[in-house]
C-alpha cells in the first residue's frame, strides 16, 4: 500500500514538470509569428502535452484513492490539488469550444501554483473522521471543485482581456489594481518559496504563551517576525521576533498565521519588485504586446461563457448537493456555517454578474473585472475560510 | 381602461404604447429613424411593450415598476451578499459554547468589536427581522419581474412573423447582403439549415430559421424554482411540517421520544464509539502519527424503536410495540413514519451505579461496616442494615459543582455525582452528615465518628439523538430542482435566429442571438456554405473599427 501513495506522488511530480513544459509550448504558439500550419502544430503539441500532463495528475488521483480507500479530497493538500486537476479540465473544455492557445498560457501557470501551494500543507494520507464518511464527499467536493475550477477560467479570461485592454500609457485606477492582482500571485510564489525553502531547512523554533488562562506552545515553521503576544521562545540560537502580534487576535495559531502571511506578502513583494525593476515598466504593460493578437470580444465571451457554465455546476455541487449532504449527517440542510455562507455569497455574486451582463449590458472591462473579484471570492472561501474562519469545514 | 396604442406606419399594425418594434412586420417604433444603420436595435424582450416601462400611473404600478426594475434586484442580492458575509466576521450565537451567557462571551472574547458586533444583533444575524425581510424582498422581486418580462416575451416569441422589415435586419448586429439569390441557393441553405437542426418558417419566400428557443424560458423557469424554494422555507413554520428536537438515551435505557406526543420510544441497546488505533492500514500510519490527540473513526447507537399501542388514557402503561431496529451512525440516520434519528452526541462513562462502604474515621485498614450501592437512575433513599446502621440519603447532585461553596447540580445527567448522607449509628437519633463524591470525602462538621468511601462504580455510555422531522424538504427539493432545470435551460442552450429577405436585387440575411455571438457567427458561416451569399459581418465590430479609424 506504501508503494501506490509513492507511486501516486510520482504521477503528481510528473503532471507538474508536464503541465510546465505545455506552459513553454503555449508560450511558443503566441510568438511563431510563422505560418498557419506550423502554428497550428504548435497549438496541437502545446495541448496535446496538457492531455498528457491531466492524464498523469488523474492516475495520481485514483492510485491514491485505491490506496487511501476514500476520495483523496479529505484534506487541504488533497482539495487544492484536486481543484487544479479541474483547473486543467475546465481549460480543456473551454479550449474545445473555442481553441484560444492564450487560455493555456495562463491557465497553466495558475494550475501550477495551485498544485504547489498544496503541496505545502501536510500531504499524508489521513483516514476519514466519522462526518466525512460517505458517499457525498466525493460527489458534492468533486462537483463543486469542477464548478469552482470553470469559474476560475472566467477570472483567467478576464485577466487576459484586462491586460489586453487597459490603457497602459497612463497610469489609473485600472492599472493599479491590474498590478495588485498580479502581486497577489507573486504572494503566492512567495508563500510557496518561505514554507518549501524553510522546511527543506528543517527549521523549528518553539514559543509558550499564555492562553485563556493557560499556557500554551507553538512550533513555527519559518523564523518569527511576529512571535506570539506575550511569548517565550524556547530554543535559544534562533532568531527572536522582531514584534509580538498583538493582543486582540484569536486562536492559538493566530500569530504564526500572522507570521506566515507577513513573509508571502514581503517576498512576494521582493519578488515583484526585482521583475518590475527588470521590465522597467508595469508587468501589465510589459505582457500586453504579446496579446495584441488576441482577440478582445472573443476572450469576453470566453469569460462570460465560463460563468455560463459553471455557475450551474458550481450551484449543484456548492449548495444543492451540500445541502443533501448536509441533511444526511448534520441532520439540516443548511446551518449558516462560513463555509455554507461563502458558498451563498458566491452563488450571489455570479448572479449579479449573470444579472447585470444580460440585462444591463455590462460587457468587456467591468465584466471582466466582476470576473477577477468573483475569483477572489472563491479564493477567499478555499483558503481563509479554511485556514482563518474556523467551522465545520475547517480542514487544516 | 383606455390605452394609449402606436400604429405602425408600415404595416398598420396596432401595437400597444411602449413598444419598440412593430408585433407583425418588425419595423423598428423608436424614435430613431429606421434607416439609421450605426444603432443596432435593441433586441431585449423581442421590443414588446413590458408592464413596467409602459405605465406609471397608481400607487399599484409604482410598487410594480419598483420590484420589476433588475438594479433594484441586483441591488437586493448585493446587500444580501453584504450582510451575509458581515454574519460570518465572528461566529453565530448557535456556534459559541451553550453554556455561556451570550453578551459575555462576545464582550470578553472579541473586546469593543465582538460587544458592538452583539448588540447590532450580528450574533444571530441570519434570523434577524431585516435579513428575513431582505430575503423576501428578492423573493417578490423575482415573482414580479418575471410576469412583467416574461408573458410579453412568450407572446412576442410565439407570435413571429418570418417577413420583416428591412428596417428591422439592417440594424441587427450579425448582418450580410448579396446581390444574387436563386432556386438552388434557396435549396442549399434550407439544406445546410436543417443539418444545424433549424425550424424553418417561411412566409411570402421570407425565411426565419429558429433554433433553441426554450432557451428563453430558463430564466423565468430557474425564477420559479427559486419562488417556490423560498415558500418551501416558510412551510418549516407549520407545526406539523417541521419537528427538531434532542433526546439523551442511554445503554439498556428506553425513553419517551420527545414532540412525537409520547407515541414513539427509543431503546439504546449499545452506543459504540471507536477511535483510529495502530492496527489500522499502514497508509494512514503517519497521519495518525503526527495528530496529537485521538481521531474518531465510528459512532453507532444500535437502536430500536417502539410505538406506544395503548389508548391514551391517563395513567394506562404504554404498550409498546417494537416497529424498528437499527443502527444509527453518522451520516445514517435511522427513519421510521417521517421521522429522522441521527447519531448527534454523546457521553462516554457516565455513571450508572456507585458502591459506597461505611467505616470508622479512625479505622485505618478502613474495614466496612455497611456495604451499599446506589442506582443513579433512580436512588434509594434509605438504607438499613442487619447491624443497626441506617443510611440515609439527603441529597443527589448527578453532575455537582460547587457554586460559592454550596453544591449544585449543573444538569440531571449523572457525569459527577455527588451526594450528602445522613448517618445514623445503632440507637442514635442524631445524624452525622456526610458529603461524598468522587476523590473527595467532605465533613462538614470535622468531628464525624463515621466515614462513606466509594469502593466501586459501573458505567455506560450515553447517546445524544436528535430528532428531525421535515415534510418541507419535498417542497425545496422540487424548488432546487426546477431551479437547476431553468438554469441549465437557460445557460447552456441559446436562442438563435436568422432571417432571410429576397429584395428585388438579391438577398438580406440578418442573424441573432441571445447570447455567445462568437459560435452563431462561425455556425452562420457554415450554413452559407455552397452559395454565392456574401459572408455574415458583424456591424458592431464593423462600426467599432470606423471609429477607431476615424
Not at chain 1, 149 to 165: D, E, K, T, V
Not at chain 2, 82 to 101: C, R
Not at chain 2, 246 to 271: A, D, H, L, M
Not at chain 2, 476 to 485: E, K, S, Y
Request: glycine content about 6%; charged content about 20%; hydrophobic content about 45%.
Amino acid at each position: 500500500m506504501g508503494d501506490l501513495v509513492s507511486l501516486s506522488s510520482t504521477f503528481l511530480y510528473v503532471a507538474f514538470f508536464i503541465y510546465l513544459i505545455a506552459t513553454v509550448l503555449f508560450a511558443a504558439t503566441i510568438r511563431d509569428k510563422k505560418s498557419k500550419k506550423n502554428n497550428d502544430f504548435a497549438s496541437k503539441l502545446a495541448v496535446g502535452t496538457t492531455i498528457v500532463g491531466f492524464v498523469s495528475q488523474l492516475l495520481y488521483f485514483i492510485t491514491r484513492w485505491i490506496a487511501a480507500g476514500h476520495a483523496p479530497v479529505s484534506n487541504l493538500f488533497e482539495f487544492v490539488t484536486f481543484f487544479g486537476m479541474m483547473l486543467v479540465f475546465a481549460f480543456l473544455l473551454l479550449y474545445f469550444i473555442y481553441r484560444v492557445n492564450l487560455l493555456g498560457l495562463f491557465t497553466l501557470p495558475i494550475a501550477l501554483l495551485l498544485i504547489a501551494y498544496a503541496s505545502v500543507f501536510p500531504r499524508e494520507v489521513t483516514p476519514l473522521v466519522p462526518s466525512l464518511k460517505s458517499h457525498w464527499l466525493y460527489i458534492h467536493v468533486t462537483t463543486v471543485s469542477l464548478g469552482e475550477a470553470i469559474l476560475a477560467i472566467s477570472f483567467i479570461a478576464g485577466l487576459i482581456y484586462l491586460i489586453r485592454q487597459v490603457d497602459q500609457t497612463t497610469s489609473s485606477k485600472s492599472t493599479k489594481w491590474l498590478e495588485i492582482v498580479i502581486y497577489t500571485l507573486f504572494a503566492t510564489i512567495g508563500f510557496v518559496l518561505v514554507s518549501s525553502v524553510y522546511a527543506g531547512m528543517g527549521y523549528s523554533s518553539t514559543f509558550e504563551f499564555p492562553f485563556k488562562g493557560d499556557t500554551r506552545s507553538v512550533e513555527y515553521e519559518i523564523p518569527p517576525l511576529i512571535g506570539p503576544n506575550e511569548g517565550v521562545m524556547l530554543d535559544q540560537e534562533r532568531m527572536s521576533p522582531l514584534v509580538e502580534a498583538p493582543s486582540f487576535l484569536q486562536g492559538v495559531d493566530a500569530a504564526k498565521k500572522l507570521n506566515t502571511l507577513i513573509w508571502s506578502m514581503l517576498l512576494g513583494f521582493v519578488l515583484y519588485l526585482i521583475v518590475r525593476l527588470i521590465l522597467r515598466k508595469r508587468i501589465a504593460a510589459s505582457i500586453q504586446p504579446f496579446l495584441k493578437r488576441a482577440n478582445p470580444e472573443l476572450i469576453d465571451e470566453i469569460c462570460y461563457r465560463a460563468v455560463a457554465i459553471g455557475f450551474p455546476v458550481f450551484t449543484l455541487g456548492g449548495l444543492i448537493f451540500a445541502a443533501i449532504w448536509a441533511q444526511e449527517a448534520w441532520d439540516r440542510y443548511w446551518g449558516w456555517d462560513p463555509k455554507e455562507v461563502w458558498a451563498l455569497i458566491t452563488f450571489f455574486f455570479y448572479a449579479v454578474f449573470l444579472h447585470l451582463r444580460l440585462s444591463r449590458g455590462w460587457h468587456g472591462e467591468k465584466s471582466a473585472w466582476l470576473a477577477v473579484i468573483g475569483f477572489a471570492i472563491i479564493m477567499f472561501n478555499l483558503i481563509v475560510v479554511n485556514l482563518v474562519i474556523a467551522g465545520l469545514h475547517s480542514y487544516a | 381602461m383606455f390605452m394609449k396604442t402606436i400604429t405602425c406606419n408600415a404595416c398598420g399594425h396596432i401595437n400597444k404604447e411602449g413598444t419598440m418594434i412593430c408585433g407583425s412586420c418588425g419595423k423598428p417604433l423608436d424614435s430613431i429613424s429606421g434607416e439609421d444603420k450605426n444603432t443596432l436595435l435593441n433586441m431585449r424582450y423581442d421590443g414588446t411593450a413590458v408592464r413596467s416601462k409602459t405605465r406609471n400611473r397608481s400607487i399599484i404600478d409604482k410598487i410594480w415598476n419598483f420590484f420589476s426594475s433588475i438594479k433594484i434586484g441586483v441591488t437586493l442580492i448585493v446587500l444580501a451578499l453584504i450582510s451575509s458575509a458581515v454574519g460570518t466576521i465572528l461566529p453565530q450565537e448557535m456556534y459559541i459554547p451553550q453554556n455561556v451567557d451570550a453578551f459575555t462571551h462576545y464582550r470578553d472574547e472579541y473586546g469593543l468589536f465582538g460587544q458592538i458586533y452583539y448588540q447590532l444583533g450580528f450574533h444571530n444575524l441570519y434570523s434577524s427581522w431585516w435579513y428575513m425581510i431582505l430575503i423576501a424582498l428578492i423573493g417578490i422581486s423575482i415573482f414580479i419581474v418575471s410576469i412583467d418580462r416574461g408573458v410579453p416575451l412568450y407572446k412576442a416569441l410565439t407570435n413571429q412573423n418570418p417577413k420583416r422589415h428591412t428596417g428591422f435586419l439592417k440594424r441587427q448586429k450579425l448582418y450580410s447582403e448579396s446581390e444574387t439569390y436563386d432556386e438552388d441557393e434557396k435549396e442549399q441553405l434550407l439544406f445546410n439549415l436543417k443539418k444545424h437542426r433549424y425550424n424553418i418558417f417561411e412566409k411570402d419566400g421570407h425565411l426565419l430559421a429558429e433554433k433553441g428557443r426554450f432557451a428563453r424560458w430558463g430564466p423565468y423557469v430557474n425564477h420559479l424554482g427559486l419562488i417556490i424554494f423560498l415558500l418551501g422555507t416558510l412551510f418549516r413554520f407549520v407545526p406539523f411540517m417541521y419537528v427538531d428536537d434532542f433526546v439523551w438515551v442511554r445503554e439498556g435505557e428506553t425513553v419517551v421520544i420527545p414532540s412525537t406526543s409520547q407515541e414513539y420510544y427509543v431503546e439504546n441497546k449499545k452506543f459504540i464509539i471507536e477511535n483510529y488505533g495502530e492496527d489500522e492500514a499502514e497508509v494512514f500510519a503517519e497521519a495518525i502519527q503526527n495528530q496529537e490527540g485521538p481521531i474518531a473513526k465510528h459512532f453507532e447507537t444500535q437502536a430500536v424503536i417502539y410505538k406506544d399501542q395503548s389508548t391514551n388514557i391517563v395513567g394506562e402503561e404504554p404498550d409498546l410495540n417494537q416497529i424498528k431496529e437499527g443502527s444509527i451512525i453518522v451520516n445514517k440516520p435511522l427513519k421510521f413514519d417521517g421521522f429522522s434519528l441521527y447519531q448527534s452526541s454523546y457521553q462516554t462513562n457516565e455513571f450508572k451505579s456507585m458502591s459506597f462502604k461505611l467505616h470508622e474515621t479512625s479505622d485505618e485498614n478502613e474495614d466496612a461496616i455497611a456495604e451499599f450501592k446506589i442506582d443513579l437512575d433512580n436512588p434509594e433513599n434509605n438504607f438499613t442494615f442487619d447491624n443497626g446502621y441506617r443510611i440515609e440519603l439527603d441529597q443527589f447532585y448527578p453532575d455537582y459543582y460547587l457554586d460559592e461553596g454550596q453544591p449544585k447540580s449543573q444538569s440531571n445527567y449523572p457525569r459527577n455525582p455527588g451526594f450528602v448522607f445522613f448517618v445514623y449509628p445503632p440507637n442514635e437519633e442524631e445524624p452525622e452528615v456526610s458529603f461524598a463524591a468522587i476523590g473527595k470525602n467532605i465533613d462538614p462538621t470535622n468531628d464525624n465518628d463515621y466515614k462513606i468511601g466509594l469502593t466501586d462504580f459501573e458505567v455506560r455510555n450515553a447517546s445524544g439523538l436528535s430528532l428531525k422531522k421535515d415534510y418541507t424538504l419535498p417542497i425545496l427539493g422540487l424548488g432546487a430542482f426546477i431551479f437547476m432545470i431553468g438554469v441549465i435551460q437557460g445557460m447552456y442552450w441559446q436562442h438563435r435566429r436568422i432571417w432571410f429577405h429576397p429584395t428585388s436585387k438579391g438577398i438580406i440575411v440578418a442573424g441573432h442571438t441571445n447570447k455567445n455571438w462568437f459560435g452563431f457567427k462561425n455556425e452562420v458561416d457554415k450554413i452559407f456554405t455552397g452559395t454565392s451569399l456574401q459572408a455574415i459581418k458583424d456591424l458592431e465590430e464593423d462600426s467599432k473599427e470606423d471609429r477607431s479609424q476615424s
